[in-house]
């Protein structure tokens, strides 16, 4: 008997390999890649599984852009004050 409380719970069909062997050649784009992840991780109709691929992508290329400045201003504020 079925508990009519529990929560429902759908099933996505997993991912192929050829459709993450696709992905990863997509996100080996520039700028592609960022246009696409910005569509697979917030339109409606895409599977989780790939929609949390691309959230998680584009917040390691947020901390990666974040310590990039923060690399270059130490960098050019260590040149600054050596110029003095």
């Known amino acids: 008997m079925e508990n009519p409380t529990a ?3 759908q099933q996505h069909p997993a991912i192929t ?3 993450w062997m696709w992905t990863i050649l ?10 696409m992840l910005l569509v697979w991780a917030f339109s409606g109709n895409v599977n989780p599984s ?8 584009l917040i390691w290329m947020v901390i990666g852009v974040v310590l990039w400045f923060a690399l270059f201003a130490t960098i050019f504020s260590s040149f600054m004050h050596m110029a003095e």
Do not use: Q, R, Y
């Open 7 to 9: 929560p429902v719970t």
């Open 17 to 19: 390999l050829g459709e």
């Open 26 to 35: 997509i996100c080996a784009i520039p700028l592609v890649n960022l246009i």
């Open 50 to 57: 790939k929609s949390n691929f691309a959230k998680a992508s």
